[in-house]
């Protein structure tokens, strides 16, 4: 037996008894004749002593210790004389007996405490010492209690957990595909799916009802804090429903894991549900944080063709929020914001400015405004003496409003709006079903291909396909998609209707999605669903920046697990028996 007890366990009440711990040295403190041994495992840190007047030899051993060591010690608990209230196990420490060395450590490249001096390359490279630190560590036992929570529920629900391949051909999400050459198929590809989508599906054309499983999804696109090109889904699809029985089981879901896993109350009350339109006009969002509000107020009738400014004169849109309190920005500041909506990332002309003070309004556009249009804007936007306002336009009114919305996110930062232990939930719906792609020069599925149109609006596939509204849903929590679904197309006739809007020709549709068009000719019944971002989730209630962070071995900006030293070349003995040549280099 390597140990009677573990190191988070012993309190003032095991004093007196003897025991047996293994760990890691976390740190050694001499102190005059007695050293101090920190030793730590998953479950917490024990105080050990060694006195060397009692025992000097094994004083001595203990002075060797480095940090990382991973050693055994037999001992008695006795009560400290300095009590530390901030450790569980502070109350007492370990009079050691018997000392072990079961292994020696080299010593580690950064400090693994709670704040580490580790970079973060260098803690990625060495990520199985990183994940020794007990706040990395905890992000793990939140993620696993997370998993154990939805499997407990969906189970009670009726759901079946069902595995599928990883293994597949290319399931459209809207990113670029990961793709495995196949040795035993030369020249032909698997391609990683962006998620089990058509074979969840199929699994409902099977009859198994309501399905789930917490899954690996692979998409090769850019890399943000949200995003790695491998994530988790709990992924879900039931049988024989409309959206709003996926959305009362899935908001019963999402209460009962806030409450089980967060201990936060959501309370009785239904999630709010905001149609799409509404939230871009809003927020310029369709995943507005509504922990605050700020909503912006379009002011073309105020400011349009009502002065001398060109910008506003022709611009689509003219938006404004009001930042309450900021008039007394400076200079400098008002600088900053202008730079921040003008950064490549955000792409806005310029920021106009208005400060509401006690002797009127003063703009960064007053020359081209009366006093009346001025104080008009203030009444419009609801400012009051002290408030600033803060004006984007542009002459296209979606892209304005985005740049708007990002410029809302910072100013709720900077103002403390954004919480992140208040939680502000809500389904955004009626999402197009289209949009249009410049790249592309066509219509693409903004959800996927496989999303119903809502049933009133299918004539005007023909007609006016840019404004058929899909029976799409997202569930939003503090500006974050946490999840998102959709009812699916049954029926084969609407699916080819729906494969010629995107631009397939008949042949192209059948040769990538004969599959599905034909399991629908037998018997497909009614069926909708939707999948849930495990790691944003996690990375929410856990108050993360990244989901990095509750993720065991992730992967860097450029897509490198830094660790493993992957992606890397193979031999070219791997690619001959894939009948595979590199493209000589540019
Ligand atoms: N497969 C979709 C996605 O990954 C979710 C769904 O429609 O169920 O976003």
Redesign the pocket.
Known sequence: MYRSKTCGQLRIGDVGQQVTLAGWVQRTRKMGGMTFVDLRDRYGITQLVFNEETNKALCDEANKLGREFVIQIVGSVSERYNKNPKMPTGDIEIIVSELKVLNASLTPPFTIEENSDGGDELRMKYRYLDLRRSNVRANLELRHKFCLAVRHFLDSKGFLEIETPVLVGSTP?GARDFIVPSRMNPGQFYALP????TL?QLLMVAGMDRYFQIVK?FRDEDLRADRQPEFT?I???MSFVEQDDIIRTFEEMTKYLFKEVRGYDLGEQPFLRMPWIEAMTRFGSDKPDMRFGMEFVELMDVLKGTGEFAVFNEAEYIGGICAKGCAVYTRKQLDELTNFVKSPQIGAKGLVYARVTEEGVKSSVDKFYSPEVLSLLAEKTGAEVGDLILIISGPDAMKARKQLCELRLLMGERLGLRDKNKFALLWVVDFPMFEWSDEEQRLMAM??P??APKPSDVPKLDTDPASVLADAYDMVCNGVEVG???IRIHDAVLQAKIFEVLGFTPEKAQEQFGFLMNAFKYGAPPHG???YGLDRFVSLFAGLDSIRDCIAFPKNNSGRDVMLDAPSAVDQAQLDELQLALAPKA
Do not use: V, Y
């Open positions: 999400e962006q998620s089990p989508q969840k999804c889904q992924d879900c699809e959800h996927h496989f999303t998102g679904g959709s669903g939707l999948a």
